[in-house]
């Protein structure tokens, strides 16, 4: 796999794999998932819950993780360069679009600031892990600082903004961000 192509390590290490409690997504209904699961589909008729897409999101970070680790040589660099990407496709959208949707709330204004902080240390460590060479002695370190800082940020989401976005925000409110966040993640993975 080149590091030009669209294909993620989701798509490659895991096709049939979709995490818990996420439904099911129609054949030839994207479901947001561009980046993941090959290349462009027709959004036309997507149906797409904006907390859905990135908890799907974030289950494919966290496999690709355990993929990178094992990984070696230049599938290695290749791998963390694919995650590395994904990521800040999902920061972006999170910044762009969701973030903004939330902040007129009491209880999830507070979130927007302390999440785009997460987004920059872990995006701080990616940075220094593209710059060293894979099989660096440091490499190993940072990756793991990067993973936790990652996994902390997502269960922070899942646990606390997550539900209380739910309560605000219903249904439709939901699926109409969700395309909205479907078409930013499609146009910041379309190749340039
Ligand atoms: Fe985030
Ligand atoms: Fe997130």
Known sequence: MSAGEVYSI?????????????????PGIHGGRTHLTGPPQPHEGADVDAIQLLIQDHGDAKKALQVVEDARGGAKKELF???????????????NLF??????FVET???????REAHQSVEKALLRLKALPVDDPHWATVFDLMRTQLLRHIAD????????????????????????????KDRLMAPV
Do not use: C
């Not at 989701?10 to 996420?22: K, T």
């Not at 694919?82 to 910044?95: G, I, M, S, T």
């Not at 204004?109 to 999440?115: H, R, S, V």
């Open 99 to 104: 973030y903004p949707a939330v902040r007129g």
């Open 10 to 26: 989701q798509a490659v290490f895991f096709p049939h794999i979709r995490p818990a409690g996420i439904k099911p997504v129609p």
């Open 109 to 115: 204004a507070g979130y927007a600031p302390a999440d």
């Open 157 to 184: 989401e899942e646990t606390h903004l997550f539900p209380k976005v739910r309560s605000y925000l219903d249904d439709a409110k939901l699926q109409e961000l969700g395309k909205r966040m479907k078409l930013e």
């Open 81 to 95: 360069a694919a995650l590395a990407r994904d990521l800040k496709v999902h920061n972006r959208v999170e910044e």
